[in-house]
């Protein structure tokens, strides 16, 4: 047990140091931490409606902020009803950290999938062999159970405050 501990922990260390930061990214994916401004052009067909405008470009929760004569105003962009011309600003992370973040949000349908899944056992293994590293009847075991006690109280804690 130790030795499969061993040697699949130092395979899978870049594996984790990617997860690792890009899971502390992830924390901040609600505010604009680390984000470029993206500006795009586009046409979209002229004389759309709102309800319309949102579903054409795929925007959740779309919401018009301003109506200017043809103008439209929204969170991200402006839609020109006479032309049909649309200006969208997003928001995103620089390429590699966005790369990496999309490996916490990896579908299903999609390779990472299989990485997702490999590193997700290799943790609970990690987890479960670490119960093999020390004789149950030495100190070091019994100070280790105390504080992976604490540790699933403190996250049942955080997770229902």
């Not at 890009?22 to 409606?49: P, Y």
């Not at 103008?71 to 590699?96: A, M, Q, R």
């Not at 990485?115 to 100070?143: A, C, D, Y």
Request: proline residues 2%; aromatic residues 14%; positive net charge.
């Amino acid at each position: 047990m130790r030795s499969i501990h061993r040697y699949l922990g130092f395979f899978l260390a870049g594996i984790m140091a990617v997860y690792s930061l890009s899971g502390m990214v992830l924390i901040f994916r609600d505010t604009d931490f680390l984000k470029k401004n993206i500006e795009t052009n586009t046409t979209i067909a002229a004389n759309l409606d709102n309800s319309t405008l949102g579903k054409t470009l795929k925007i959740r929760n779309f919401k018009v902020e301003k109506t200017d004569g043809d103008h439209v105003t929204f969170k991200g962009g402006t839609y020109d009803k006479s032309s049909g011309n649309v200006k969208l600003i997003k928001k995103e992370l620089p390429y590699v950290l966005g790369k990496m973040t999309h490996l916490h949000k990896a579908k299903s349908s999609q390779p990472l999938f299989f990485l997702n899944i490999f590193f997700g056992l290799s943790l609970f293994f990690f987890v479960v062999s670490s119960f093999w590293m020390f004789m149950p009847s030495t100190s070091v075991f019994k100070k280790g159970m105390v504080f992976t006690l604490v540790g699933v109280i403190l996250t049942l804690i955080l997770l229902f405050i």
